[in-house]
């Protein structure tokens, strides 16, 4: 075969190849929640100020898109710490973060897409380190999770704003102490609820008490009361108004006109 021709079909080849890898590097789909940064090698390196939107991008094949994950995310990490007396803690923590979306360009310039390991963990370790040192391990156990975590947040925030992260939240999952302390402290725990439940019974009992006083009380002054105002004039009216009544009805009967006591009547018989 004529060199020429197989150099022509060489050239041909390679340039088919070449063509297919340019067009390659050249068309690129970004997903959803995720951003692209562009490095220009011949024209200024990483664009800081300019990150792409999700969908289909066009770039020179000689360019280079680095595309990151800018939705929530979730590590977990297990941490040994000291508490305030010393007492060795095992806590497994779960740190929910995301990059800045806007800001990919200086996180990818200064930091890198490793900024989980460079950045985030190291400063949640030291944080949390740094907060749970000030709790008993009774608090860390039962009561002060909620404030702790706010705490760690609140302590990593400036750093991480510095290098365009959001932590989210900080979650302690889990706090492992030692068994004799963990029994001690379920021990101590269970008696001031018997203590608080015992107090809550006798507070119930008092108020019963006070409350069969008052009504008792009530019952009294309802007596005293009736019995000040029925006389011996308002009885004897009450007992004619009786006679009167007894006399109208159709029964036979006899009535003795002031044979009884104090001058009432009395009535004899009833048959019908």
Same mark, same amino acid.
């Given at each position: 075969?004529?060199?020429?021709?197989?150099?022509?079909?060489?050239?041909?080849?390679?340039? !088919? =190849?070449? &063509?297919?890898?340019?067009?390659?590097?050249?068309?690129i789909t970004i997903e959803a929640g995720h951003r692209g940064v562009l490095f220009r090698p011949f024209g200024g390196g990483i664009q800081v100020?300019?990150?792409?939107?999700?969908?289909f991008q066009v770039i020179a094949p000689w360019n280079t898109m680095y595309v990151y994950d800018v939705r929530l995310q979730e590590q977990a990490e297990v941490m040994d710490v000291l508490s305030n007396n010393g007492l060795s803690i095992k806590v497994d923590i779960s740190v929910r973060y995301?990059?800045?979306?806007?800001?990919?360009?200086?996180i990818h310039n200064t930091v890198g897409s490793d900024f989980l390991a460079k950045i985030i963990i190291p400063e949640v370790r030291s944080a949390t380190r740094k907060v749970i040192?000030?709790?008993?391990?009774?608090?860390?156990?039962?009561?002060?999770?909620? !404030? =702790?975590? &706010?705490?760690?947040?609140?302590s990593t925030k400036d750093i991480l704003n510095k290098n365009h992260l959001l932590l989210d939240a900080i979650l302690i999952r889990s706090v492992e102490l030692p068994l004799t302390i963990r029994e001690a402290i379920e021990r101590k725990l269970k008696q001031e609820q018997e203590s608080q439940e015992y107090a809550f019974r006798i507070e119930k009992e008092t108020k019963e008490a006070e409350r069969k006083r008052i009504e008792a009380k009530g019952i009294q002054d309802f007596q005293t009361i009736v019995s000040e105002g029925?006389?011996?004039?308002?009885?004897?009216?009450?007992?004619?108004?009786?006679?009167?009544d007894l006399a109208k009805s159709p029964n036979a009967k006899v009535v003795v006109i002031g044979s009884g006591k104090d001058g009432l009547p009395i009535i004899l018989g009833g048959d019908k």
């Open positions: 075969m004529d060199p020429r021709k197989v150099l022509l079909v060489i050239v041909i080849v390679f340039g !088919v =190849i070449f &063509s297919i890898v340019a067009m390659s590097s050249m068309f100020d300019e990150s792409y939107q999700p969908g995301k990059p800045m979306d806007e800001m990919i360009g200086y040192g000030k709790y008993t391990p009774e608090q860390l156990y039962s009561s002060k999770r909620e !404030v =702790i975590q &706010s705490e760690i947040i609140e029925i006389s011996d004039k308002l009885l004897k009216w009450k007992g004619i108004e009786a006679t009167q």
